[in-house]
Structure formats: structure tokens, C-alpha cells
């Protein structure tokens, strides 16, 4: 191990207890995992489908199934609410919730930037202390990343690039295949967020979005995407989710590389996925070689306890920053919405004479 970079964001003194609203497959998978390891207490579940949250609540152990959004609402200020519906319900779910809580809000923020507008206004009327869940930027690896860069260890930031080349099983997300917008808005949406978490918003985007003969029922599965950022910094996504072949080349990597240095990171959870391997990160400074620094967690499930994390000490006044308020996850939400403007957008055509 070379450096000691930050990797986990410190905990509530005296955390909350948590009420979740939706019991779907990512509070099963990450948020009640995360929220175990963590030692946070989760006090109650409500989903529509009541067996959801049934099966939930015997699986980890929690002693409250909700009958309606109204009785989980009743605890007030006393609790945090982890609201994981689906965008299209979330300003129904969120009117139902008590003024004045804080409130964990599952991506993306809305489907579009005009949702993502009616969540705001919602949180902003009933003064909820509501972060998005964003939570790649909150990853061991990303973390890292994040204080190399601040700490001055890669220099001025040059070049960013994020790839994908993968086979990710489509038929496990069933429900995408009634979106229009899926690659950028479901998926890539987290590496739009890290980016602008960690160098600002761009100027501008340049985008193309596909579909693919080999995950034909989904409006997109393939994306190439530069941000724009004037003439220093040089910022690309690459992105296939259909490359089944055998997976020597497979490659989920995100680079960062500076005037001094640079980190490259292995995103593993999209490695063979459901299975995931192990996520990496090399750092390689001037003059040096190489060297390979050691995590202590990874995406799935500990990024999930550092938004929790960072709301909980926010709401009790720990926190200076909520990083991914409501006012900064619409930015977020503005730039995947110029990714789909930029989709309509001719390309220059050649001049031939």
C-alpha cells in the first residue's frame, strides 16, 4: 500500500433509526446489507406489496411492517426515511411523508429533468433534508480517488475516462423494457454523477446513445459520451453492455490521470455480473511504478452507508455539506438531460468535393 486515501465516510454519532419505504430487490441487495454492517437500526418496512415487504422483514430481521405510507409517517422527526420507489411515484410517496424529515431519496432523481423539478419543489416546500441516492461517489475506490485529487497527489486532473465493455444480463431488469430512456438515464447516470462530483459541472455534452441488435426489446444498451471542458481537461465514457464474448476483455475501469499522477480504479461489481469480483485501484506517480492500493470495501454495499452516513451527520448538524442534496442531484439530472438533447442533435457532415 503507497497512500492513505479517505475510504469511508465517517458515521452519525447517534444515528436515527431508519423506516424504508419499498422493499424491491436494491434495498434487499445493498441498503439492508450496508445498513447491517453499519450497525444502523432499520425499524420498519411498508411496500404495496405487502409479501415484499413481508419477505423483507423476516430476512433481516425487522420488527414493523407498515400497513400504509400514512403509519410509517407517523414517527416524525424521530426517524430517517429511505424512500426506494420507483421515480415515476416518488412525488406521490414523498407528499405522504411528514414535513421537516430527512429523507434518502433511490435514483435517479425522476426520469427527466421536468420529475426531477417536482421532486425539488416537493422537498423544497415540505423542508425535507433530502439527499439522492448518488451513491458511486460515496465508494471506497471513489473516495480515494476523490481525496488524491483534492489533496493535491495527481496535480491538476487532465484526463478522465471511464470504460465498459461487459455482457450485463438484460433480462434481469425486465422493467427497463418500458423506458425510453435507459443506458444513460438508468445506468451511466452514476459515472455522469461521479464526474461532475469530482472536477464540476462541463460546459456542455456530446453524446450517442444506441440500441443493439443483441438487447433489441431496450431503447439503449451502448453509449459514447465526451464532456466538454474547455481545452484543458479531456473527459470520455465508452460504454458496450453487450459484449458476450469470452471474458478475457471485459473491462469496467475508470481513470483519472493528472499533471502528476494518476488512478485507475476496477469498477468488479459489472465484472460477471451478479457475481462481481473484487474492485481495484492502482495509483502510479511521477517517476514510480505502478503500485497497487488496498481497499477495505467496495461498491456494493459500502457506498450505501456513506449517503446515509452523510445525511444522517447533515440532519444532526455533524456535516457541514449534504453532498447530494436535492439542489445538487438536479445538476445531475440537468446534464443527463443535455445527454438526451445531444442525442437529437445532427453530426457534422462531410464535406466532400
Same mark, same amino acid.
Given at each position: 500500500m503507497t497512500n492513505k486515501f479517505q475510504q469511508f465516510w465517517e458515521k452519525p454519532t447517534n444515528a436515527k433509526p431508519i423506516i424504508i419505504i419499498g422493499a424491491g430487490d436494491i434495498v434487499n441487495d445493498a441498503h439492508m446489507p450496508a445498513y447491517k454492517k453499519a450497525g444502523f437500526s432499520v425499524t420498519g418496512v411498508f411496500d404495496i406489496d405487502e409479501a415484499k415487504a413481508i419477505k423483507l422483514a423476516e430476512k433481516w430481521?425487522?420488527?414493523?411492517?407498515?400497513?400504509?405510507?400514512?403509519e410509517a409517517s407517523a414517527s416524525g422527526q424521530e426517524h430517517i426515511y429511505d424512500v426506494a420507489v420507483p421515480p415515476s411515484v416518488m412525488v406521490k410517496v414523498l407528499e405522504q411523508l411528514p414535513d421537516n424529515v430527512a429523507v434518502l431519496i433511490q435514483k435517479p432523481m425522476g426520469e427527466c429533468l421536468e420529475q426531477a423539478k417536482e421532486i425539488q419543489d416537493v422537498c423544497h416546500r415540505k423542508n425535507l433534508t433530502a439527499a439522492i441516492n448518488f451513491q458511486l461517489r460515496f465508494s471506497p475506490m471513489m473516495l480515494a480517488i476523490r481525496d488524491a485529487i483534492n489533496s493535491g497527489v495527481l496535480g491538476d486532473v487532465l484526463d478522465i475516462d471511464l470504460n465498459i465493455n461487459i455482457s450485463t444480463p438484460w433480462e434481469s431488469f425486465p422493467f427497463l423494457k418500458k423506458m425510453e430512456r435507459v443506458e #444513460?438515464?438508468?445506468?451511466?447516470i452514476?459515472?455522469?454523477?461521479?464526474?461532475?462530483?469530482?472536477?464540476?459541472?462541463?460546459d456542455g455534452v456530446f453524446v450517442r446513445s444506441l440500441a443493439d441488435p443483441r438487447a433489441a426489446e431496450f431503447a439503449q444498451t451502448r453509449t459514447s459520451a465526451i464532456l466538454d471542458y474547455g481545452e484543458k481537461l479531456r473527459v470520455t465514457l465508452s460504454i458496450n453492455h453487450n459484449h458476450g464474448f469470452d471474458p478475457k476483455f471485459q473491462d469496467a475501469s475508470f481513470r483519472v490521470e493528472g499533471s502528476k499522477g494518476c488512478m485507475k480504479a476496477k469498477i468488479g461489481v459489472l465484472m460477471n455480473y451478479p457475481n462481481g469480483e473484487p474492485d481495484e485501484l492502482?495509483?502510479?506517480?511521477?517517476q514510480e511504478p505502478w503500485q497497487q492500493i488496498e481497499l477495505e470495501g467496495s461498491w456494493f454495499p459500502d457506498a450505501f452507508i456513506g449517503t446515509m452516513s452523510n445525511l444522517q451527520r447533515f440532519d444532526s448538524g455533524e456535516d457541514d455539506t449534504l453532498l447530494t442534496s436535492v439542489g445538487d442531484a438536479i445538476q445531475t439530472m440537468s446534464l443527463i438531460e443535455a445527454c438526451f438533447i445531444s442525442m437529437k442533435?445532427? %453530426? #457534422?457532415?462531410? %464535406?466532400l468535393t
Open positions: 430481521g425487522i420488527n414493523k411492517i407498515y400497513t400504509s405510507i400514512s #444513460v438515464g438508468v445506468h451511466s452514476h459515472y455522469f454523477d461521479l464526474i461532475r462530483s469530482l472536477v464540476g459541472n462541463p492502482w495509483l502510479c506517480k511521477e442533435v445532427p %453530426s #457534422v457532415p462531410l %464535406s
